[in-house]
Every structure is written in structure tokens, then in C-alpha cells.
């Protein structure tokens, strides 16, 4: 009788161990998972910075406000189809004040970049969306925040599109490792910039 091969690899026959939820085994209930677990590898990063006009004076009391896809890259909205999981403990939304120093920072997970039907191979860099809301409509802001060293940034078409290279580094958050956390998340800087004392003013109607 030939002996038998042990050293072969098996696929594990899930049939042959019980479910992780067997209502009549009351302590599965409790043990059970209670929804999918999402492996997606998550980093913590803060985003900070500070809201100026263009004269360099902070603008207090000014709403900022972010949103972004999570780790895989994926938005929470109905009309993202991306194969990403959505993580269920991440909303992707977030706002805040600047204080009287025009300072603002976020916690957040940095998004992981996706793919877009502009070309047969297109994928947008790691991006968060910001809109500020300065003092008049006219410091009104909306714009993304890219991250120092990503190599998708320069073969993305959107980011392509700004002729002027130096407005590109303008969006682009710094890594700040003196505000990094040890052990715990990098940090970016990104400091905004509205239009201050020469805004646009409204005629009387």
C-alpha cells in the first residue's frame, strides 16, 4: 500500500466546522461576527493647516469642510461602484472652524486611490475634497488636497489640466513629521488660501 503524501496542500473543507452563528448554541450568538469584516489596511493621518488671504492674516470662524473615499478608495455614495469594500465605521465626512488663528485640523484615514472611466487605464492619486467658506462668497473655495510623493499625481489628467506647476505644489499636503504622532499617524500640512480684502462687492438692486 503506497504510503500516504501528507506534505500536498488541502483547501480546508469549511463544511466539516460548524457556522460562527448556530442560533440553537446560544453562545454563537454572542460570539458571532454581526456584519463583514472589511480588510482593508487603514492609515491614520491628521491633516492641518491654516486659512489666510492672500495678504497672509488668518481668517477666523471659517467652515471648512472635507470629504474623501475611504482606504480602498471608495466613496460612501449610492453611485460609487468601485469593487472597494465600504467600511462600515467610515463616513468620509467631516467639518470643522478655523479658530481665531485661522488653524483647522482633521483626523482622518487616508483614502486610497481609484480608478475613473476617463481613459483605459486612469486612476485619480489619493485625494480629499475641501470647501472653505471664507467671509463673502467671493473667498468661497472648493479644491482637492493631494499628498507629497504620490506618483499618480503626475500622470493624473485632472491634475494635468493646471497649466501652472507651481499651482499644482499649492495643492499638494506636505508630510509634517514634526506634528506626527509616534507610534500612532504621519501628519500633512495643507494651509488654504482666500481672497481677503479686495473681494468681490454686490451692487445694491
Not at 3 to 29: C, E, G
Not at 92 to 117: E, H, N, Q
Request: hydrophobic letters at 35%; proline letters at 10%; glycine letters at 6%.
Amino acid at each position: 500500500m503506497p504510503a500516504q503524501d501528507n506534505s500536498r496542500f488541502v483547501i480546508r473543507d469549511r463544511n466539516w466546522h460548524p457556522k460562527a452563528l448556530t442560533p440553537d448554541y446560544k453562545t454563537s450568538v454572542a460570539r458571532s461576527p454581526r456584519q463583514a469584516l472589511v480588510s482593508i489596511p487603514q492609515s491614520i493621518s491628521e491633516i492641518a493647516g491654516r486659512v489666510v488671504d492672500q495678504y497672509g492674516k488668518p481668517v477666523p470662524n471659517t467652515l471648512v469642510e472635507m470629504w474623501q473615499a475611504n482606504a480602498g478608495g471608495r466613496y460612501r455614495h449610492k453611485n460609487d461602484r468601485y469593487l472597494a469594500p465600504l467600511d462600515p465605521n467610515f463616513g468620509g465626512v467631516g467639518r470643522c472652524l478655523t479658530d481665531r488663528d485661522g488653524y483647522y485640523s482633521f483626523r482622518t484615514i487616508k483614502p486610497g486611490p481609484y480608478p475613473w472611466r476617463n481613459g483605459p487605464n486612469d486612476w485619480r492619486p489619493a485625494h480629499i475634497h475641501f470647501a472653505i467658506s471664507g467671509p463673502s462668497i467671493a473667498t468661497k473655495l472648493i479644491t482637492q488636497l493631494y499628498f507629497e510623493g504620490d506618483p499618480l499625481i503626475p500622470m493624473c489628467p485632472i491634475v494635468k489640466s493646471i497649466a501652472n506647476p507651481q499651482a499644482v505644489q499649492q495643492l499638494i499636503a506636505k508630510l509634517d513629521m514634526s506634528n506626527a504622532n509616534p507610534m500612532d499617524c504621519l501628519a500633512y500640512r495643507f494651509d488654504i488660501v482666500l481672497r481677503g480684502q479686495r473681494k468681490t462687492h454686490f451692487e445694491n438692486c
